[in-house]
């Protein structure tokens, strides 16, 4: 028998108990200082225990070399089967163009076409995803730009592709600003919304010195009417707040008053937070980002303070989150990067793209839809083809299947290969998860 080469082992966060965790057994367990240390004796080649080793291998820790290749070929087996029927997210684009100057948006580079959005494009695209994802459970997500710009063209488009996807038995959902939500609540109430995706990046005037109208203006308080107004309306909300050094103090604030508001409460309202970083170009104000960890340790600290937090927003920490809630682990991830598997994106020029990180950007497009349907077969199938298989310094990490390879648009970023790493700090992640969710000191 032989340690797992996916086991996951450290220490808590602020505490003597240790962790181990094996996504491919499926197994997780807190380890007192004393059984810790076995653990590190073992590791260090010591004599310990048969009753001790006996343990491990029940729980998947200790295995036989053979049998682990054998189960980790069928759970990718499994993976794989699952995800070719999972459910597609499919992005439009209607335009690139924005009301909001934010601090740190990343398409504010992009050269947007002088063309609009026409009834042909929208017709073109419902066209080809009905043929292209004939079969498969599918649904739509309008994203941008501002999607929901207040012009009467737009609103015109908007409810043309809501009466396509109504015909094409599609839910829909928005990632929008949220300036102009109210004034389009009777255009959405005729669609089946299953998302309205808003981002406040605080409080008052912490989210307006960020998120502010081109020209100037602050925008929170009318964002705040259109959340109430979707939510008035049965229109779930996902809001969003993208955090960096520059208002990650405001968090409690926020959580207090969406508490206050009876969002919280509200079943059709949830929260996620989202890691402001370098996507595609450096950022005005690039000294202010997180790294992964950080983030989450800073707020790991600011809900020992505050712990109100966690009625607002529960911290994943790589599987942490999904192991206290659900009593056991997800399934393994054998890829992270949904784009051209589980996610495609489209725009209103007529090309394609593989995900929402890659849409509207020079030189990304993988073919068109219209005036013609062209597919760049071989830049498809590396994205495809990218999982922890196919990147190479995957395989001797221990962390692979709760990592999945990260993001393979920053992947590419970072090294101009789609099949290379976007590596997530996992076990220190779990330190911390652990730490939050379980850790009884």
Known sequence: MIYSKHNIFSRISGSENYFIVNLLSGSADILDPTEGALLREYLDGKQTSNDFQANLAEQGYLVDEKEEEVLYRDKYLDFIDTRDTDEVQLFFVPNYSCNFACTYCYQDEYTNSKTSLTKEVVDSFFRYISSEFAGRKKYLTVFGGEPLLNSPHQKEMINYVLKQANESNLEVCFVTNGYSLVDYIDILKQAKIREIQVTLDGKGSVHDKRRFLKGGGGTFDKIVNGIDACLANGMPVNLRMVVDKGNIDGLPEMAQFAIEKDWTTNDLFKTHLGRNYELHHCQASSDTLFSRIAFYESIYRLVKVHPHILEFYKPAYSVSKFLAENGNLPDPLFDACPACKTEWAFDYTGHIFSCTATVGKP???????????????????????????????????????????????????????????????????????????????
Do not use: H
């Open 363 to 441: 030189g990304e497009s993988l073919g068109t839809f219209y005036p013609k349907v062209s597919r760049k077969q071989e830049l498809i199938n590396a994205w495809e083809n990218r999982d922890v298989l196919a990147i190479p310094e995957c395989s001797a990490c221990n962390m692979q299947l709760a990592c999945g390879g990260g993001c393979g648009s920053i992947a590419k970023n970072r090294t101009g290969s789609v099949c290379s790493t976007d590596c997530r700090p996992v076990k220190e992640l779990l330190e911390l998860g652990f730490s939050a969710y379980f850790d009884k000191e």
